[in-house]
């Protein structure tokens, strides 16, 4: 069993920067794909970014590339997003989520993901 604690929302003006973080309970963490998402109030929940351990080229929705770079601390058991150039349009709920051991999928597909976060605020105004 995976548990995760997300930190980090706030809100903030347009361009300025937020990093969330996920902590990870288990021994495990190394090998499963993390992965950040979002979803606004009315919109469903989009994949944000996504890691492997050790992969040279995580997973990014086109929205965020090259503002958002996605790391992972395996020794810490968390996961960071780091977040530039905000947008009020970035506004929403962020999860984290781990996807199955093993699994080979990273991607941005919700239903890949086995344990979730509950959640951090992130609202961006302009």
């Known amino acids: 069993q995976v548990q995760l604690v997300e930190s980090g929302g706030g809100s903030v003006q347009s361009g300025g920067s937020l990093r969330l973080s996920c902590a990870a309970s288990g021994s495990t963490y190394s090998r499963r794909c993390m992965a950040w998402f979002r979803q606004a109030p009315g919109k469903e929940r989009e994949g944000v970014a996504a890691?492997?351990?050790?992969?040279?080229?995580?997973y990014y929705t086109d929205s965020v590339k090259g503002r958002f770079p996605i790391s992972r601390d395996n020794a810490a058991n968390t996961l960071y997003l780091q977040m530039n150039s905000l947008r009020p349009e970035d506004t929403a709920m962020y999860y984290c989520?781990?996807?199955?051991?093993?699994?080979?999928?990273?991607?941005?597909?919700?239903?890949?993901?086995?344990?979730w976060g509950q959640g951090t605020q992130v609202t961006v105004s302009s």
């Open positions: 989520a781990a996807g199955g051991q093993g699994s080979l999928y990273c991607g941005g597909m919700p239903s890949a993901y086995n344990h």
């Open positions: 890691v492997y351990t050790g992969s040279a080229f995580p």
